[in-house]
């Protein structure tokens, strides 16, 4: 059976509420003691029963962590930073995934009531008041990612349209005519939000609206969606995804079948996780700071689990940047001076023009 602080205080031979001071580092003790204590408890192997002893102090030093999902690159971007943030201030996560789902995800956080001292909320699926519903009143909470009407906590969030926005006319500015869209689920904030970007850079222009294909934000949703564009009549020139692990499956789609990208067909994704700079050709896509959002976020629930109320209102939106790498460019130069494009030369030289120091490039002004 375990050690309890009882043990403890006999083998010791001091008060129960000696070992507690002991172990806390709160209130007087004699060095002689204190290290008899601590000799006591490794011997004993005794190790505090947190929820005894949050009952004592009203706090778990534990912060509930509610996503969508924990699959891929961009959620563990998102968790490094909360979880970063949470170290430096000696706090702890209880992940969970609502898979999508409101009903899960309810579930989830009402496993955490009692467990945790305020929680993080990702729920991008536009049903998110029901999820925000089964959370005590009195529970400090920050959203992320999520729209205006899912309440006034305190909430963080990426600028997807001015993101989606600024890369379609990015690939409008190369000269492509005809660009392709691969949204993420359906009823997903995010994925709405760059499809209102992409519409927007394309304004009244129909010809240059390429077929929109719904996708998953999954690598197997890219990649059908790259099989069911290499089937479309006219085929796009250009397919933006809504974030990089489709833009790399439907990239694999298309080399599979012989194409070259970019000469054939361009490709960019969203959110630059950090595979993206590894694929061939490497990917140009929208830096979504996720890891930064993550830590902004946890910063905010910290602050407000000191002080109830702090950030109420407050909805901060984190710039994208456009990362400009290999998989969009030369297809300028390639219609306007097709020989050199073909001999390739042309290609490199305009790849090194259009490569921004740093791979970044600041997105236009709204
Ligand atoms: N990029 C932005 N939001 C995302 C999500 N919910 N899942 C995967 N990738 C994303």
């Given at each position: 059976m375990a050690a309890t602080i009882k043990d403890v205080a006999l083998r010791a031979r001091v008060s129960i509420a000696s070992v507690s001071r002991a172990l806390n580092g709160t209130g007087a003790v004699t060095e002689k003691s204190r290290q008899r204590v601590l000799r006591a408890a490794t011997q004993l192997r005794y190790t505090p029963h947190q929820a005894a002893r949050s009952l004592i102090t009203r706090r778990t030093r534990t912060v509930g962590v509610l996503l969508p999902d924990i699959h891929g690159e961009y959620f563990s971007e998102l968790i490094r930073g909360i979880d970063k943030a949470?170290?430096?201030?000696?706090?702890?996560?209880?992940?969970?995934?609502?898979?999508?789902?409101?009903?899960?995800?309810?579930?989830?956080?009402?496993?955490?009531?009692?467990?945790?001292?305020?929680?993080l909320i990702m729920s991008p699926h536009v049903d998110a008041a029901l999820t925000l519903g089964s959370l005590p009143a009195t529970l400090p909470t920050v959203l992320m990612n999520m729209p205006a009407s899912a309440g006034d906590a305190p909430t963080f969030l990426t600028d997807h349209y001015g993101g989606a926005l600024a890369m379609v006319e990015h690939l409008k500015a190369l000269g492509y005519k005809r660009i392709a869209h691969i949204t993420g689920p359906e009823g997903n904030w995010d994925s709405d939000e760059r499809l209102r970007g992409y519409h927007a850079a394309l304004g009244r222009d129909a010809a240059g609206h390429g077929p929109v294909l719904k996708g998953l934000f999954t690598e197997e949703s890219g990649y059908l969606a790259g099989r069911a564009l290499l089937a479309a009549t006219p085929r796009p020139d250009a397919v933006f995804a809504a974030n990089d692990m489709m833009a790399i499956g439907c990239l694999y789609a298309f080399t599979e079948a012989g194409l070259r990208v970019p000469q054939d067909i361009a490709i960019c994704g969203f959110d630059d996780i950090p595979i993206a700079r590894y694929v061939t050709p490497a990917l140009t896509t929208v830096r979504a700071q996720t890891t930064e959002l993550g830590r902004q976020a946890l910063d905010a629930l910290a602050a407000a689990i000191l002080e109830a109320g702090t950030g109420r209102g407050q909805r901060q939106v984190l710039g994208t940047q456009l990362v400009i790498r290999d998989s969009c460019g030369g297809a300028l130069l390639a219609r306007r001076e097709p020989a050199s494009f073909a001999r390739g030369a042309g290609q490199a030289g305009f790849l090194r023009k259009t490569r921004v120091d740093g791979e970044m490039e600041d997105r236009p002004k709204q």
């Open positions: 949470a170290r430096e201030r000696g706090l702890h996560l209880l992940v969970s995934s609502s898979h999508g789902d409101s009903g899960e995800a309810a579930l989830a956080l009402s496993s955490m009531n009692g467990r945790v001292d305020g929680v």
